[in-house]
Nanobody, 119 residues
């Protein structure tokens, strides 16, 4: 069974920092791009950041310069370091991974982790 398990969300004050982690498990041959997206009620899910297997990154405009995505391919894990957090960063954050199996390539989502930025 394939899983993406997220951790690290919570409540933080404006200006603070949080680190999210997402670990993939299962009979995975290869993990291509991994990434983080976020969603607030009534809005579409939006890109936060992605990283490919080689470490090339892409960021949403609203988080550039504040968030850093990284991955550890030996642990099948992607991280999101979030600094200078703002109330507008409050959202459910979802991990995403494009993974290769014997049966083909599929896209998976994690269950989501809540990040709340508030004083």
């Amino acid at each position: 069974q394939v899983q993406l398990v997220e951790s690290g969300g919570g409540l933080v004050q404006p200006g603070g920092s949080l680190r999210l982690s997402c670990a993939a498990s299962g009979s995975i041959l290869h993990i291509h791009t991994m990434g983080w997206y976020r969603q607030t009620p009534g809005k579409q899910r939006e890109l936060v950041a992605t990283i490919d297997y080689s470490g090339n990154t892409n960021y949403g405009d609203s988080v550039k310069g504040r968030f850093t995505i990284s991955r550890d391919n030996t642990k099948s894990t992607v991280y999101l370091e979030m600094n200078s957090l703002k109330p507008e960063d409050t959202a459910v954050y979802y991990c995403n991974a494009a993974m290769e199996f014997l049966s083909g390539r599929f896209n998976y989502w994690g269950q989501g982790t809540q990040v709340t930025v508030s004083s």
